[in-house]
């Protein structure tokens, strides 16, 4: 089941299937158990369940096949350099978040300045009918 710390429930469920994985439970090639089912077991929808799953996809922990389902990797065949690749996704993610941040900084301050602008008081004289 899913708890309520915080942390949003499909990297809960992703930290608990990559744990599986990682102490065994969870074999290479084994299929991972049906998106109801995984729904069912964390009182979760499915559309969480295939968010979680999209992360361990991301890592290359699991393998979709169409039809079939989705299944454990073996780590040993995965490619050593794409172990790199989770880093350099986050720095550029991070960069990323830097430069949207940065984009909604600078709009605010512009939106702040129209406001000023339009909603500003007019003195008495400037009003019509006074």
């Not at 899913?2 to 299937?17: E, F, H, M, N, S």
């Not at 299929?31 to 559309?47: F, K, N, Q």
């Not at 299944?71 to 960069?95: L, W």
């Amino acid at each position: 089941m899913v708890k309520r710390t915080g942390q949003p429930g499909y990297l809960q469920i992703a930290d608990d299937l990559r744990q599986q994985i990682n102490d065994g439970r969870l074999a290479p090639g084994q299929s991972l158990p049906s998106t109801a089912r995984l729904g069912e077991e964390y009182d979760v929808s499915a559309g969480v369940v295939k968010a979680a799953i999209s992360v361990l996809r991301t890592e290359g922990m699991v393998i979709g096949q169409q039809g079939k389902g989705v299944f454990v990797r073996d780590q040993a065949d995965t490619d050593p350099t794409s172990q790199a690749a989770p880093a350099a996704e986050a720095d550029v993610t991070t960069k990323q978040l830097t430069e949207v941040l940065a984009a909604v900084r600078d709009l605010g301050e512009r939106v702040a300045r129209i406001e000023r602008t339009v909603f500003s008081e007019r003195p008495q004289a400037d009003q019509p009918g006074k």
